[in-house]
Structure formats: structure tokens, C-alpha cells
């Protein structure tokens, strides 16, 4: 294993679990700005704007809003482009009892003529492990892992 894909993956893992954090905390402030709005209060002297949009418009804009941050949510563990078109992408999530984040079990697979080359990256809160699975020879694990390091360095390059 290349100290580069732990890294890569271990800095992906720590912007998806920042970006998840983000968005349930919006999510939860626009929940909260909805059911005021919906109770009839009078947010004016809080949100400006409500009174030049209206009750409804807040109300509409409430709800995009919360739409936007559960896609920003459910997208948070996507990879670049670039690097998705050279293997497959796996995300589970789920979530436990008590626990703010769900669990994340996000999986890319790469082949190359060495070999496949799985990297498994498993999140609880915020405690990020990740796994590597390549093929059993030796001279063919370094090389496909070698392969899946150029990949993603050059997919990163071509996405700047």
C-alpha cells in the first residue's frame, strides 16, 4: 500500500464526513425555520426578507433549501469524475441508534492488468478505517496499487 491512496482516501473520507456534518446542521435549522413558518409566526424581525417575499415565498424557499442540503448530503461521498470513470463506486449508509452520523461503508474497485485493487473506507462518527484489497501476489499487488495511485493523480490533475 502507497502511503498516497491512504492519504487520498483518509482526506476524502474527512470532506465527506465534514460536508455530512454541514448539511444535517442546515437541515436541521430550515426544519426548525419551516414548522415556525407553517405555525403562522411572525419571523420578520429575525429574516428581513419575509416580509418583502411573503409567508409563502419563505415557505418555498424554506423547502428548496432543505432539498439542496439533502442532495449536498446524499453526494458528499461521490469522487471526482475523473476518478469514477476508471473503476466502480459502492456507498452504503445506515444509520444506528443514537448516533448522529450514519455509518458509511463506501467502496471504489479498481482493475487493472495487475489486478483488481478494492479500497473500503468504513466510518463510525467521525473514526474513518480504511481497507485495501489487492490481488495475493506481491509483484502484482505493488503494481496494480501503483496503476490506481497514477489514475487517481492524473484524474486530480485533469478535473484542475
Known amino acids: 500500500m502507497t502511503q498516497y491512496l491512504h492519504d487520498y482516501f483518509t482526506a476524502h473520507a474527512e470532506r ?7 448539511s444535517q ?7 426548525r425555520l419551516h414548522t415556525r413558518l407553517e405555525r403562522g409566526e411572525d419571523l420578520t424581525a429575525e429574516v ?15 423547502k428548496k433549501a432543505m ?14 469524475t475523473t476518478i469514477q470513470s476508471q473503476g466502480k463506486e459502492h456507498l452504503k449508509m445506515h444509520s444506528e441508534a443514537y448516533e448522529i452520523l450514519p455509518r458509511v461503508t463506501h467502496t ?5 492488468a ?5 479500497v473500503r473506507t468504513k466510518t463510525a462518527g467521525e473514526n474513518i478505517s480504511i481497507e485495501f484489497d489487492t490481488p495475493k501476489n506481491k509483484m502484482a499487488a505493488a503494481t496494480a496499487m501503483n496503476e490506481l495511485e497514477k489514475v ?9
Open 25 to 31: 446542521q442546515a437541515q436541521s435549522f430550515y426544519r
Open 152 to 160: 487517481i493523480t492524473y484524474g486530480l490533475l485533469a478535473s484542475t
Open 48 to 62: 428581513p426578507e419575509i416580509a418583502r417575499v411573503g409567508i409563502a415565498g419563505a415557505v418555498d424557499v424554506v
Open 108 to 112: 471504489f474497485s479498481f482493475i487493472s
Open 67 to 80: 432539498a439542496e442540503y439533502e442532495k449536498k448530503f446524499q453526494t458528499a461521498w461521490v469522487l471526482p
Open 114 to 118: 495487475a489486478g483488481k485493487v478494492t
Open 16 to 22: 465527506a464526513i465534514t460536508c455530512m456534518k454541514e
